[in-house]
């Protein structure tokens, strides 16, 4: 696909996402030859910089760009910084525009990008509808000389009301199919290969549904705690901050019905109707048997001691922010009726990793009975680490009688060791940059899956004697979770 010429406005350049994920995605688009010939980065955001300052910040002596340039040539890494500039908006957001759009206009015409602007707002959101309306008022949203497109970064909203508002705000200066709203884990190459395996393989697709599948399940681990995002993450929880946005795009493509065909339309068509099909748990009794909210507490890990939540920094010391939730829910549509899924995403997990498990039924009838065999077919799909696929299956020991036992078929990403497979920040701004809003999520997908969160959020707030447990660092979450499954199973602990 062809990339235009263009520049990249970035809002909120000065923080942390710019120089830790946009600036090496970009630097990596440009050493493989996929930034277009002329292409230009304008930070701009409160921040008294020069272009000098803006560049050391990001390139130069950052730390994320370091290992990358350290064997480059002057000239080569100079050719990169030299697309980079700032504009300093004078400590305010909310203010004149007609200075942005002069520089934007200079470097414009000094770089021969055309009339082509992607703007990117990393900000905190409450700002999003404040920028959009600049831009409007500067006359900077018009398409008659290019176009023009937004992308915003999540929390896309903080309650359904707050994500409609947004989208509304947003709507009145853009059009959706000007606005892509990133989902970094859409730009992992795992969450996509979901819609292949599903919808490319014979062997899968006529399995996918009730009939055959018992229960899926779904885990998001991280080893590490809220580092120094206590005073972001205590306003969020596991919930809004996972759960919300890349924990139910994974579902969407795990329920989805096969779309009918690979355009951005057709795909978040089905996603949609996948999200409107979850189940909205609305009454307290179904939302106390369904959902588990914990918070890991102080303990000692590999010998270290390891604070607990309400002890971060930024964190309130009374805080019923979770940083564990488990969800069980049903799928009301043909292709699921009755079939649970099960869903945790936590901080301080023995180690990080994400997975489905697609359980598949049991034979209906046994033939080779043997106390305590698991004999059910899994299909293990590994987002990351050690992105794979595996499929669990009985073979028999080799011996007199019919002993079952488990094996495993796998496939490893790693095994296509030439392949350059892109970090999720690279395709995502690759795609934008080409108009392909394929893995950014709509405005009806994001209000689909607040829906579903909405309730749960609430009861968690206002429902009474609603539990908080605790976990200890280091451990699966907490010790009841294996309750959610009814008898009818338990969490597969990856690496167990
Ligand atoms: C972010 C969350 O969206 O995703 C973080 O805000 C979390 O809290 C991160 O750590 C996880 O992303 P990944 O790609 O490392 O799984």
């Known amino acids: 696909k062809k990339t235009e010429n263009q520049m990249l406005v970035i809002f909120g350049a000065s923080g942390d996402l710019t120089a830790r994920k946009l600036i090496p995605a970009l630097f990596n688009l440009y050493m493989a030859k996929q930034l277009p010939e002329n292409f230009v980065v304008l930070g701009a955001?409160?921040?008294?910089?020069?272009?000098?300052?803006?560049?050391?910040?990001?390139?130069?002596?950052?730390?994320y760009l370091k290992e990358k340039?350290?064997?480059?040539?002057?000239?080569?890494?100079?050719?990169?910084?030299?697309?980079?500039?700032?504009?300093?908006?004078?400590?305010?957001?909310?203010t004149d525009y007609a200075p942005l759009r002069k520089r934007v206009e200079a470097l414009k015409e000094k770089h021969n990008t055309s009339g082509n602007i992607m703007y990117y707002l990393s900000t905190p959101p409450t700002l999003y509808e404040t920028i959009a309306s600049n831009l409007a008022d500067a006359g900077m949203n018009t398409q008659n000389n290019g176009w023009k497109r937004l992308i915003v970064e999540?929390?896309?909203?903080?309650?359904?009301?707050?994500?409609?508002?947004?989208?509304?705000?947003?709507?009145?200066?853009?059009?959706?199919?000007?606005?892509?709203?990133?989902?970094h884990y859409l730009g992992k190459e795992t969450v996509q290969n979901l819609l292949v395996t599903r919808f490319s393989n014979s062997i899968f697709e006529p399995l996918?549904?009730?009939?055959?599948?018992?229960?899926?399940e779904i885990t998001n681990a991280e080893r590490v705690g809220v580092e120094k995002r206590g005073g972001y993450y205590d306003k969020s929880g596991a919930l809004r901050d996972m759960f919300q946005n890349h924990l139910l795009q994974i579902v969407s493509l795990v329920v989805m019905e096969p779309p009918i065909g690979a355009e951005a339309e057709e795909i978040r068509n089905e996603k949609v109707k996948a999200l409107k099909s979850l189940r909205v748990m609305?009454?307290?009794?179904?939302l106390h048997e369904n959902t588990i909210r914990a918070q890991y507490v102080s303990s000692v890990v590999d010998g270290?001691?390891?604070?607990?939540y309400r002890e971060e920094d930024g964190v309130d010391p009374n805080s019923t922010t979770e940083t564990f939730a488990a969800i069980k829910f049903y799928v009301d549509n043909w292709r699921w009726h009755g079939v649970p899924f099960y869903v945790r995403t936590a901080k301080r997990m023995p180690t990080k990793v994400t997975e489905i498990v697609i359980h598949f039924k049991q034979p209906h009838h046994q033939i080779f009975s043997e106390a305590g065999m698991q004999r059910d077919n899994k299909l293990v799909i590994r987002i990351q680490p050690d992105e794979g696929i595996l499929i669990k299956f009985g073979v028999k020991v080799p011996g007199q009688g019919f002993r079952v036992e488990r094996a495993n078929l796998d496939f490893y990403y790693s095994s296509l060791a030439e392949t350059y497979v892109m970090d999720a920040y690279e395709r995502l701004l690759l795609d934008a940059m080409q108009g392909d809003a394929t893995l950014y999520a709509?405005?009806?997908e994001v209000e689909a899956a607040w829906e579903f969160v909405d309730p749960i959020l609430n009861y968690w707030k206002e429902g009474k004697d609603v539990r908080m447990y605790?976990?200890?660092?280091?451990?699966?979450?907490?010790?009841?979770?294996?309750?959610?499954?009814?008898?009818?199973?338990?969490?597969?602990?990856?690496?167990?």
């Open 45 to 63: 955001s409160r921040s008294n910089l020069s272009d000098e300052d803006f560049r050391n910040r990001v390139v130069f002596e950052s730390e």
């Open 69 to 94: 340039i350290k064997d480059l040539k002057e000239d080569e890494i100079n050719s990169f910084a030299n697309k980079i500039y700032y504009e300093d908006l004078g400590g305010d957001y909310d």
């Open 154 to 183: 999540k929390p896309f909203g903080y309650s359904l009301d707050t994500a409609k508002e947004l989208n509304d705000g947003l709507h009145k200066y853009f059009t959706e199919p000007q606005i892509y709203r990133i989902d």
């Open 208 to 216: 996918w549904n009730r009939n055959y599948i018992d229960h899926v």
């Open 282 to 286: 609305k009454d307290a009794e179904t």
């Open 304 to 308: 270290k001691p390891v604070k607990g």
């Open 442 to 444: 709509r405005a009806d």
């Open 470 to 496: 605790g976990y200890a660092a280091g451990v699966w979450g907490p010790e009841n979770s294996d309750e959610l499954f009814d008898g009818h199973g338990f969490w597969r602990n990856p690496s167990e």
